[in-house]
């Protein structure tokens, strides 16, 4: 089925470890975005890329690097993991048609 | 500094209710306004408004923006236990960024 495909569903960490959470879509869309989403916070944009090439900062950027490996793939780095970033974790792309599409979420646990 | 601000939070009806939840914005080179619906994973998206006063309907669910007043609102009615979820609302920019609000968590009771 089109769309956003987000890996993994859910990951534990411990405090300091490193992780990469993967994105991919098949949609042909030009931009993508990672978003974090914490109770009474809603959706916060962590970073996102306008085309193949180009990443930009979002919202909360703060301890994440991402890399656009081409128009299909946006990956999420944490370097040295945060109880902080405890949250779900959501992909989305999109073109010029309404609204995103969205990853079904990537549930991380620091501890 | 570009914002969307949902109201109420929260809302907890009994089923059968009609229920009408707020957005209000203030974000630059608005392109359009979103409304997203989300259970327990990804939202999903319900409607997409871009001029004033154009009511858009997909069965229970209506919207209508006021691009004057900068607001819209979303209304369901005759509630049913399945529409309890998160309603999220969200601009996008001409530049193609998107502002989203904290979201209403609706709960409807049987």
């Known amino acids: 089925n089109a769309g956003v495909t987000q890996t993994p569903k859910f990951q534990v960490l411990k405090t300091g470890q490193s992780m990469t959470l993967q994105c991919a879509q098949d949609?042909?869309?030009?931009?993508m975005y990672w978003y974090r989403q914490d109770p009474g916070m809603g959706l916060r944009l962590i970073y996102y890329?306008?085309?193949?090439?180009?990443?930009d900062k979002g919202e909360v950027p703060n301890g994440y690097n991402v890399s656009r490996l081409n128009k299909r793939e946006f990956s999420l780095r944490l370097e040295s993991a945060a109880p902080s970033q405890t949250s779900v974790y959501f992909c989305?792309?999109?073109?010029?048609?309404?609204?995103?599409?969205f990853g079904s979420g990537t549930r991380l646990t620091v501890v | 500094e570009d914002k969307v601000v949902q109201s109420p939070l929260s809302l907890v009806v009994h089923e059968g209710d009609t229920v009408t939840l707020n957005c209000s914005y203030e974000?630059?080179?608005?392109?359009?306004l979103l409304w997203y619906k989300q259970e327990k994973k990804a939202p999903t998206f319900l409607f997409m408004l871009?001029?004033?006063?154009i009511e858009k309907k997909s069965g229970r669910l209506s919207s209508i923006l006021d691009k004057k007043e900068l607001f819209s609102i979303l209304n369901i009615t005759a509630t049913q236990t399945g529409d309890s979820a998160i309603y999220l609302c969200?601009?996008?920019?001409?530049?193609?960024?998107?502002?989203f609000g904290t979201g209403t968590s609706l709960t409807v009771i049987p």
């Open positions: 949609m042909n869309h030009n931009s």
């Open positions: 871009t001029s004033s006063g």
């Open positions: 989305a792309s999109s073109e010029y048609s309404p609204g995103y599409t």
């Open positions: 969200a601009i996008r920019s001409d530049q193609n960024q998107f502002y």
């Open positions: 890329s306008a085309s193949e090439g180009t990443t």
């Open positions: 974000v630059t080179n608005f392109r359009s």
